[in-house]
């Protein structure tokens, strides 16, 4: 990656809308996040990832984070919550660096990713499902 101006300017990019999709069209999840998330080398940066459902929140929901790399093809898991209980990855660059600070309750499935790095430019993708 090329430094800016600054030199310090680091760009995540998010996935800028996923459609996770229940039994029918009619009990489908929309996920959104913002398109790119800014942040400098050494600070922090919340990727927010809101979702509306027209069916109740079931204790079933599960939200999961993907991360791609900027230089790579494949897409690697890096945060889990599911039965009420967050699951951030025990191997990767991100498992000592990452705060689960969503709640499905408020329909929200946010991070936060602590210490930025150039290393962490890709694209960072935000699943929902609610099984019914």
């Known amino acids: 990656m090329s430094q800016g101006a600054s030199g ?20 489908s999840i929309h ?16 990727l927010s990832c809101s979702f509306w459902s027209s069916e109740w929140i079931s204790e079933d929901i599960s939200i999961t984070w993907h991360f791609q790399a900027e230089s790579s093809r494949d897409s690697i898991s890096i945060f889990h919550y599911a039965k009420g209980q967050p699951y951030i990855d025990d191997v990767g660059t991100f498992k000592e660096r990452m705060e689960w600070v969503g709640n499905p309750r408020r329909k929200d499935g946010s991070i936060v990713i602590y210490n930025l790095d150039y290393t962490d430019n890709g694209t960072f993708t935000c699943d929902v499902k609610n099984p019914p």
């Not at 310090?8 to 009990?27: E, K, M």
């Not at 998330?37 to 600070?43: N, Q």
């Open 8 to 27: 310090n300017l680091l760009l995540l990019l998010l996935a800028g809308l996923l459609l996770a999709l229940g039994p029918s069209p009619g009990c």
């Open 31 to 46: 996920v959104y996040t913002p398109r790119e998330v800014y942040g400098t080398v050494g600070s922090h940066v919340t």
